[in-house]
Structures are given as structure tokens and as C-alpha cells.
């Protein structure tokens, strides 16, 4: 059985809530004021069973909406959830303003499918109702209502004319219809809320995806309350459950009404998350009377939903009639919005719509770039681009299934067959709970390989980066960054010991090789005394390469158990100790000394002489006179 939502539209007094009477026996208008006033206020329901032309049954539900132009936020709040339109002319007025608006904001919603119906035909003749037919044929050209494909049938309420051919043709349109999808995530936005007696508090409501049964958790949005179904009816009759395409009302138990109004969202708890920044296509009607500025405010209505929002333009100042643009709007309040979801604009002051579109990102990245690239893909239908896209945007932080779920509204189930799709093509991995797009964990890796490749450059005789200081420089999650690691180690790009991360061939062996080295070139300076061998080779007669020689003799100069005198010569600190110990006995004997008698005290050659005296001298221990010394 397929359950659909028929919608009416049209102008006051046009006979929608006579025409539903008519079709279903039910009156609509159930409010004492609109009986009375003979004018619909609020939303009106009832509900009828068809044959469809293959003998199945079809369950249309229907929402009858009020004409008034001073009750169109009433209309917007019903008009979110119908498949097929009816959309209302009577054929001794024809065409009037809130056929018009009515029929832009269907139009703008998006909705597919409808019949238009010329009602009250016994008040006009024939001739009359050709004129009107031309003029409305004339008014849906080149739109969804456009006949032949959405026929035009007229009827009259009082005398039944053209009823049965409106149902034949409700009939072949239901059946077009594409079914709602029952599996998946519920979402009923909430249009009524009232207490029946011995019932409690009930909320009814077009459910626009999913199934609710009875005793299920659900949670209100955007109050977050939790809410526990106690009762399921499906057309005024107890039901077990309701599926997507039906109006459906529950009856709640943890909730009062004041917790409940129209505009809320009842969906499963902990799925979804409300948001005050969404990115939409938004589109200025033709008629729209004005340009829409950037930073304009503006009524925003979309399912029950109503509240005000500031639309900024995305690289524009300003919107002109009939264009389009990508927009960010903000809402004064969270508000619970997914992607796909449609919406209505309407001017501040004077109160007309004038334009509309669908939401994109109900969860915006704060700067992000490539932004419209991005809206272009979501505004695409390819679910798989779509995911990749969204996984791709939060670059190696990546995001977890539940976000995606809250993101993009779609189940876990339809989530993890799209996604076995994604990961097979390598577009993302998946890290424990986590989904990391698969470009972004390569940068990642290079971002780890270049800054261990750095540490050990800057610090060539530590055996590697610890490990939490490296995760740090890199901005990872510890969870992904343990992935990246691992994916690092296990193509040999790092080796990981304990605490510390390393590239290959710094490691432990190399480090023993390093002290090996670092003690044979102390020893070798410490045993020459003054007499020091040239440092090329030193150098040459270890095992380790040219350029960590050099760092191991920087490190000992660092640390004066080496002392450099000059460009060439480098001593171990003892043997200059032991110099300073000579000069200062020679004083003893005499203050003053030549470069003869150094010679003969150290045993040195000429060429170490100079250099260490000049060395003696920069120390404060000799002090140059002429050619002399004088020992201070
Ligand atoms: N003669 C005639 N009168 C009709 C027909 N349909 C509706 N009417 C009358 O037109 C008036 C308005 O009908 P409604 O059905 O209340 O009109 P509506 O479009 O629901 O009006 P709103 O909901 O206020 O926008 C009522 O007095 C109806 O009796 C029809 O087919 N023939
Ligand atoms: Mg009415």
C-alpha cells in the first residue's frame, strides 16, 4: 500500500476545503472560527483510500491549506511534506494574487507532481470555462503543472461535475510518485499539539521520511527533550506504526505540551544535530520586487519551521530577481535543517515571498577553502561524491559515522553500503571510528616523515622524536595519528621504539656506533696531548660518515671537552689544562718567554706555537710584548 500527501494551494474562497469535502466527506476546517467565518485559518486534514489503475490501494493523505494571504505562514507550514499538489482555481475568478504565490512557493519547494482544478465550473458556462482553461493553460507553461503531462480537470463541489475524472486523474499521479523512503532516519516535523482526554499530549504531523512505532524513544529537536511514543495513529485510526507519506499523530508520554510547538522536529534520539549556519542555493523569484542585498533579513520557513535569518551571499552584494546564488544563512536560533531540505524566503516588511532554495551544508567548516567546489558537489546528486567530498573537507581530522549521519541525515546502513564503495576506490580509510579522507592521510604522512626527518637533523645524536612531541607538531588526533604511524612503519618509512620515532637507519645500532665514534674521537685528541692529529683524520678512521663526524665533534666543542684554537686546530680540553700548568711553573722561574722557549717547554713545532700562544694570550694567561710573553 502507498501512502502520498495531497496538498491543496490556491487562492481564498477558490473551494479547496470544499473540494476535500467533496473527495473525502471530511471538513477541514475544524477550528469554531473558520466554521464560523467560512474561511480557512490553520491547516486542515483528512484522508481518503484510492484504486490506482493496477487495482492496488492508495492512501492519500490530505493537508488543506487556508488562501488568505494573511495565513500563508500557515500554508508554508503544511505544504512542506505533500507529494501532489491540488492546485485550486475557480473558474469564475480564475487566476488571483495567492494563486500566484501559492503556486511559486510549490514551485520553489520543488514539488513534482500535481492536477490542476478549475472548481466551482456550475458557475460559469461553458464558453467561460474554455477562457479560463486557456488562461491557466497559459499561466503553468513551462512549469511542473504544464498539461498535457499535469492535466487540468474541472469540477464543481455542489454538483459533483468532474469528480470522478479528479480521482482517475489522482489515481494515475499517485502512482508516479516516488515513494518516501521508510527506512530511512524518521523525521516528523511537528505541525499540531494538543491534549486529548485520557490520551495526554499528541502531536501530529506529515512524516516526511522513516518509520515511527509505538514504544520508540524519540528526540525533539531542537529541545533535545526525550519523548517516548505511547500511542501511533495513522488517519484517525491506532496504528502499530507510521511510515513515511503518512499523516501521522503520536501520542507522547515525558513531554507536556508547552514542551512541544509547530516548527519542532521529532526524530530518533542522538542522530541528528541542530545547527544556526546553513549553506543553500537560494534563488530570488522573478517577481521578487527588489534585489536582495547581502546581509538582508528575512522570513525562513522551511517544513513547519518558521524563524527570521540573515543571508549572507556567497561573493556577491547583491541577488537580482529571478537569479540564483550560493548564501550562508544565520539563524537567531538552532534550528534543525539537513541537506535536501527545502525552504521559503519572504520579505521582511511588506510580508510576501520572494524566493527560496535548498539546503546544502547544515554543518559549514569554518573557513573552509574551495567552498563552492564543495557546493557544487553536495548540490549534486552522486552520494558517493557527496560523501567523499564531506569526508575530504575535514582533511586527516577526518570524521566519525555518527557526524555523517548528523551531516548529511542519511542511516548508518545506506552510510556503510555507500561508504564500502568509497573505501574500495581508496577516496577514504576508515580509522577505528573514524572516516579519513585517503589524500589527506598521505599528507599526513609526509607531514610526519619530514618532521622526524628534521629532528634528527637538528639533533643528530638522539635516537629519535618522541612521540607525543612529534603528534603535536603534525596536529593529529591520537587516533589517527597511531594509524598514520603504522601505515608509516609498516612500509618502512620510520621505525617506532617505544616512545620514540625515528627514520630507518637512526636508529639503536647507529646510536652505539655514534658514542663509539664520539669516544674514539676524545681519546684520540686526550692521548695527543699538544701534538693533535689533523681532524681529517681523525675523522677518516671511523664508522660513521663524514658529515655525523662533524656533528659528534661539533657536540664535543659544545660540551669544551674539545676547545677549538683555531680554523685547524682543535685540542682536548686536558691537554690545554696541562698547558696552563707548564706556563705557570715557567713563571716561576721567569715572567717572561719567547716563542723559542715555548717551543722547548711544550715540545712543539712553530706551527702549533704561534697558535697556541695567541690562544694563551686570548685566555689572559700570556700577554703579548713584542715578541715576547709576559706570563701573567
Ligand atoms: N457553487 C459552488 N460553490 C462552491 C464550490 N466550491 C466551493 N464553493 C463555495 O465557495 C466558498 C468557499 O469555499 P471554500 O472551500 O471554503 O474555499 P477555500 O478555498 O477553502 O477558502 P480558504 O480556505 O479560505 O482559502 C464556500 O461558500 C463554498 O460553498 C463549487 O464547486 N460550486
Ligand atoms: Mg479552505
Not at 7 to 22: E, F, M, R, S, Y
Not at 86 to 94: G, H, N, P, Q, T
Not at 150 to 160: K, Q, R, Y
Not at 619 to 632: K, P, Q, S, Y
Amino acid at each position: 500500500m502507498k501512502s502520498i500527501i495531497v496538498g491543496t494551494a490556491g487562492h481564498i474562497d477558490h473551494g479547496k476545503t470544499a473540494l476535500v469535502k467533496a473527495l473525502t466527506g471530511i471538513d477541514a476546517d475544524r477550528l469554531e472560527e473558520e466554521k464560523r467565518r467560512g474561511i480557512t485559518i490553520d491547516l486542515g486534514f483528512a484522508h481518503m483510500d484510492l484504486s490506482g489503475a493496477g487495482g492496488e490501494t492508495l492512501h492519500l493523505g490530505f493537508v488543506d491549506v487556508p488562501g488568505h494571504e494573511r495565513f500563508v505562514r500557515n500554508m508554508l507550514a503544511g505544504v512542506g511534506g505533500i507529494d501532489l499538489v491540488l492546485l485550486v482555481i475557480a473558474a469564475d475568478e480564475s487566476i488571483k494574487p495567492q494563486t500566484r504565490e501559492h503556486f511559486d512557493i510549490l514551485q520553489l519547494l520543488g514539488v513534482q507532481r500535481g492536477i490542476t482544478v478549475l472548481t466551482k465550473s456550475d458557475t460559469v458556462d461553458a464558453e467561460m470555462l474554455d477562457v479560463v482553461r486557456l488562461e491557466v493553460e497559459e499561466f503553468l507553461r513551462r512549469t511542473f503543472l504544464e498539461p498535457p503531462k499535469s492535466p487540468i480537470v474541472a469540477v464543481s463541489a455542489l454538483t459533483g461535475a468532474g469528480l470522478d475524472e479528479l480521482k482517475r486523474a489522482m489515481a494515475t499521479a499517485a502512482a508516479e510518485v516516488q515513494p518516501r523512503d521508510s527506512n530511512a532516519l524518521a523525521r516528523l516535523p511537528v505541525d499540531r499539539v494538543f491534549t486529548m482526554k485520557g490520551f495526554g499530549t499528541v502531536v501530529t504531523g506529515t512524516l516526511v521520511a522513516g518509520t515511527i512505532r509505538r514504544e520508540e524513544e524519540m528526540e525533539v529537536f531542537p529541545s533535545g527533550k526525550k519523548v517516548r511514543v505511547r500511542g501511533v495513529q495513522v488517519h484517525g485510526h491506532a496504528a502499530e506504526r507510521a511510515s513515511a507519506g503518512q499523516r501521522t499523530a503520536l501520542n507522547l508520554a515525558g513531554a507536556s505540551t508547552e514542551d512541544l510547538s509547530r516548527g519542532m522536529t521529532l526524530a530518533p534520539p542522538a542522530t541528528f544535530s541542530t545547527t544556526r549556519r546553513v549553506d543553500v542555493r537560494l534563488r530570488l523569484l522573478a517577481s521578487a520586487p527588489r534585489a536582495l542585498k547581502n546581509r538582508a533579513r528575512v522570513h525562513f520557513h522551511s517544513n513547519t519551521m518558521e524563524t527570521v535569518a540573515e543571508i549572507a551571499l556567497y561573493g556577491a552584494k547583491q541577488l537580482a530577481p529571478g537569479a540564483e546564488a550560493f548564501a550562508r544563512l544565520k539563524f537567531p536560533e538552532a534550528a534543525l535543517l539537513l541537506p535536501g531540505d527545502r525552504f521559503i524566503v519572504r520579505q521582511f516588511s511588506p510580508v510576501v515571498t520572494i524566493g527560496g532554495g535548498i539546503v546544502l551544508d547544515a554543518h559549514p567548516v569554518p573557513r573552509m577553502p574551495e567552498y563552492e567546489r564543495f557546493l557544487q558537489i553536495v548540490s549534486g546528486g552522486d552520494a558517493e561524491a557527496i560523501l567523499s567530498a564531506r569526508i575530504a573537507r575535514r582533511g586527516h581530522a577526518g570524521l566519525s559515522l555518527a557526524q555523517l549521519v548528523a551531516e548529511t541525515g542519511w542511516s548508518r546502513d545506506f552510510l556503510e553500503s555507500q561508504l564500502a564503495r568509497t573505501l574500495k576506490v581508496v577516496r577514504a580509510l576508515r580509522v577505528g571510528e573514524l572516516l579519513v579522507d585517503a589524500a589527506a592521510m598521505v599528507q599526513l604522512q609526509e607531514f610526519i616523515v619530514t618532521a622526524v626527518t628534521d629532528f634528527h637533523q637538528k639533533n643528530p645524536l638522539v635516537g629519535g622524536m618522541a612521540r607525543e612531541a612529534l603528534r603535536e607538531q603534525v596536529k593529529a588526533s591520537p587516533e589517527v595519528f597511531t594509524a598514520a604511524l603504522e601505515i608509516l612503519a609498516r612500509e618502512k618509512y620510520v621505525e617506532v621504539s617505544g616512545d620514540l620515532v625515528r627514520l630507518p637507519g637512526h636508529g639503536v645500532v647507529m646510536k652505539d656506533e655514534e658514542a663509539e665514534s664520539k669516544k674514539k674521537i676524545e681519546e684520540a685528541f686526550a692521548n695527543a696531548g699538544l701534538k693533535v692529529p689533523a681532524l681529517h683524520e681523525v675523522i677518516a678512521g671511523l664508522k660513521v660518515d663524514k658529515t655525523r663526524a662533524q656533528k659528534i665533534v661539533t657536540l664535543l666543542l659544545r660540551d669544551k671537552r674539545l676547545v677549538k684554537i683555531s680554523d685547524e686546530l682543535v685540542f682536548h680540553h686536558s691537554a690545554l689544562q696541562q698547558l696552563r700548568r707548564l706556563v705557570a711553573l715557567q713563571k716561576t722561574k721567569s715572567p717572561k718567554m719567547d716563542v723559542a722557549k715555548f717551543k722547548e717547554l711544550t715540545g712543539v713545532s712553530r706551527k702549533y706555537a704561534i697558535p697556541l700562544l695567541e690562544y694563551l694570550d686570548r685566555e689572559r694567561v700570556t700577554r703579548r710584548v713584542g715578541d715576547a710573553r709576559e706570563i701573567l
